[in-house]
């Protein structure tokens, strides 16, 4: 098979077109034939910085879809031709989490897809039988692919974390990325008025059709004041889809008595947080759930139905990967990038 392999910890030149063997199924995986792989903004920061745990050399992708192609010798619940999409991460089945129907909670992950085990930037992908989805029929491959991790993720967070109500005033940091747009599209499906943060003005026209009611143009230093120069008392909840830049900002934009839910953290480094914002304002940070079972499966026909768009900036080929990893790199993208795994290449396999 095709696969683009990170080499080593570096730049997007590490990223390679290659000819690999095709990976065998144990007797509890799934074969899966990708037809479409979301390249996320967390991909640039693993291939940056080789997080620990990580396994060089890797082939990195770790939101998919496709078809499985082959199952092993103990898989009944799935067949050759099931229409899936992959989770985070393999569950043991065996501890109290996994026990108590809560396999995202996992005490003893086995695998982690495109991070300790090969993931989508490929032609064929081995899989867990416990890291699977039922897609359901009516969603095109490169949406199937941002189902997961971008709109779950957005989806999840707004409506059973932060329980979003009609009426409220939500703010969305890293609006314009692949969660932060799913987030706003969930806060406005749950009647809320959304004030989406981005750091590009050329972004703003796009907000707002999206539905965006506010868009503030920051760097992550100015959220609050500019919150508060149009609502004095700040917003009802806050998805902080971006992280420490973001984070002290978003706190100090939402009410006593408001919640945030921190989603991304794009940049590692630690933070300084002002406890005092949570101990006065009696603010809720709270933690993404990233996504459950249940909330794929709420979120599949809105999707199929065109209530949730999956925002897709671009799909490309596997061969311009690199590329993509660029283009996000310069934050030149609004929404997902997505390999489309039918699109012809051109570049020379290795
Ligand atoms: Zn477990």
């Not at 396994?55 to 082959?70: K, R, S, T, Y």
């Not at 006593?256 to 101990?279: E, H, K, T």
Request: charged share 20%.
């Amino acid at each position: 098979m095709r696969a683009v392999v990170l080499a080593a910890a570096g730049g997007p030149e590490q990223l390679h077109l290659r000819t690999l063997p095709d990976p065998v199924p144990g007797p509890d995986d799934v074969l899966v034939r990708v037809r479409a792989c979301g390249v996320a903004h967390r991909d640039l920061i693993e291939r940056r910085s080789a997080p620990l745990g990580m396994v060089l050399p890797i082939v990195q992708g770790h939101e998919f879809a496709g078809e499985v192609a082959a199952v092993g010798a103990n898989v009944t619940e799935w067949s050759v031709g099931d229409r899936v999409l992959n989770l985070y991460t393999a569950a043991c089945g065996q501890c109290e989490a996994c026990r108590a129907g809560e396999p995202r909670r996992c005490q003893a992950i086995t695998e982690a897809y495109g991070l300790t085990v090969n993931g989508g930037y490929a032609e064929l992908v081995r899989v867990h039988r416990s890291a699977l989805v039922r897609l359901i029929d009516g969603i095109a491959w490169p949406v199937a692919a941002t189902l997961m991790s971008a709109l779950g993720v957005g989806y999840n967070n707004v409506v059973h974390k932060a329980r979003v109500r009609p009426g409220e005033h939500v703010l969305v940091t890293g609006a314009s990325g692949g969660v932060g747009l799913a987030a706003l599209q969930a806060a406005k499906l749950r009647g809320a008025h959304v004030w989406a943060v981005t750091g590009s003005a050329a972004k703003e026209d796009r907000l707002r059709a999206m539905g965006a009611d506010e868009v503030i143009v920051d760097d992550g230093t100015t959220i609050h004041k500019q919150v508060r120069g149009k609502r004095r008392q700040g917003v009802d909840a806050a998805i902080d889809c971006v992280g420490s830049p973001t984070l002290n900002g978003t706190l100090r934009a939402v009410r006593p008595y408001g919640r945030v839910v921190a989603i991304g953290n794009v940049d590692p480094a630690p933070l300084q947080l002002n406890v005092g914002l949570l101990v006065v304002g009696a603010i809720d940070l709270l933690g993404s759930d990233n996504v459950t079972l249940e909330a794929l499966a709420e979120l599949m026909p809105l999707v199929r139905d065109g209530t949730l768009a999956a925002t897709i900036d671009e799909t490309i080929p596997l061969d311009r990967v690199a590329d993509a990893h660029r283009r996000l790199e310069a934050r030149e993208a609004f929404g997902r990038i997505v390999i489309n795994l039918s699109l012809p290449t051109t570049e020379f396999t290795q």
